[in-house]
């Protein structure tokens, strides 16, 4: 099978496309046919071996996965001995966590993981624009436990995780700025955003307004900076790691009324679950900004290494069910 493999660390050029032996699915395993995956911000840097501090997962020296790719829509075509959750041409999706493994035609998961039926009313490439950046906007609003009519501030808006908590925040009732620059406007507005900040032109930290939940999904602000605007009981919510937060949680659940929350999203099954039912309940639509093939994987992370995309990047890998 075809498959984009990764032996050292580095830009996109460290990607290539080479033909590996298929894998074979095992007991309580299925073999899923890959029609689409996706680059996230998280893997563009996993493929420059960063952040450091995850080396001893990722591989010291270069990548312990031959195959990396942690998102997949696709079809299953093989059950392992034993395996019974799904049928054979089955739609499903799911996340790989760091087996990795979905940058290729083919993939083997546990039934019993990340992995779920996909919404019958979308594309594949659709799909797989659920799997990182919705399930784990989810994730973190179900730690805040954002409530109706609470107001949130959503930093980094235009993203994957940003444009997923727009949409959910609103589904639940609460009352959303959005903070992203001045040419993704109308796009969070589109999603349901009563308020958005240019965060070139202001600084929503100093504004006088208040926010129950202020969502940092792309780690430019902070728990200290944004603690002024936050009403009593307030959250801070962090999706990405770093010194300071990870000092800031402990300390602010010991001796502050706000709090600073940190997780890590791995474990998707019940997220991918309750996303498939809003969509499929028309209740939330993923974001794909550009669809590439295969072949132009090196073309799909540069875009990516940009910082600058909407939503999801897809990667399309086959169009048919061989
Ligand atoms: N904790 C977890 O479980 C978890 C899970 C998944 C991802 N992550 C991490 O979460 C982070 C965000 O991921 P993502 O995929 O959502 O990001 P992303 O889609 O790559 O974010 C891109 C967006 O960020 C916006 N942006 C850039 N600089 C900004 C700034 N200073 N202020 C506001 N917006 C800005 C850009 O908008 P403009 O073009 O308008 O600037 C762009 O639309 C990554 O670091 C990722 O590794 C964590």
């Known amino acids: 099978m075809k498959a984009v493999v990764q032996y050292r ?16 699915p095992r007991k309580g395993e299925i073999l899923v046919r890959v029609h689409a995956t996706s680059v996230t911000s998280s893997e563009a840097k996993m493929r420059q071996g960063l952040p450091l501090y995850g080396r001893p997962i990722l591989g010291w020296f270069g990548p312990r996965r ?6 997949f829509a696709g079809t ?8 019974r959750r799904f049928e054979i041409g089955a739609g499903v999706f799911g996340f790989t966590g760091m087996r990795c493994g979905a940058w290729a035609e083919y993939l083997v998961m546990s039934e019993n993981d990340s992995v779920e039926r996909m919404p019958q009313n979308v594309s594949f490439e659709e799909a797989v624009a659920l799997v990182d950046g919705p399930t784990t906007a989810l994730f973190f609003l179900e730690k805040a436990h954002l409530c109706p009519s609470e107001r949130i501030l959503v930093n980094g808006a235009s993203g994957s995780i940003g444009t997923a908590a727009v949409q959910l925040a609103v589904w639940m009732g609460a009352e959303v700025t959005a903070v992203c620059s001045r040419a993704n406007h109308e796009l969070v507005r589109s999603l349901g955003a009563q308020r958005v900040i240019d965060y070139h032109t202001e600084d929503f930290t100093r504004e006088r307004e208040s926010w129950d939940v202020v969502f940092d999904s792309v780690g430019t602000s902070s728990f200290c900076r944004c603690r002024p605007c936050l009403r009593p009981s307030g959250r801070f919510l962090s999706t990405v790691l770093g010194v300071k937060i990870l000092a800031q949680v402990p300390l602010a659940a010991l001796f502050c009324e706000k709090k600073a929350i940190f997780s890590m999203s791995i474990d998707k099954r019940r997220e991918l679950a309750r996303l498939r039912d809003l969509v499929e309940a028309g209740l939330h639509k993923p974001l794909v900004d550009r669809i590439f093939a295969m072949e132009d994987i090196r073309k799909a ?4 290494d940009t910082g600058r995309k909407k939503g999801n990047v897809v ?7 061989a």
């Open 9 to 24: 660390y580095g830009g996109p050029e460290a990607l290539q496309i080479r033909d590996i032996s298929c894998p074979v």
């Open 66 to 71: 031959e195959v990396l790719g942690l998102e």
């Open 76 to 83: 299953v075509v093989q059950l392992g001995p034993g395996a």
């Open 301 to 304: 992370h540069a875009y990516v």
């Open 315 to 321: 990667v399309r890998i086959a169009q048919d069910n």
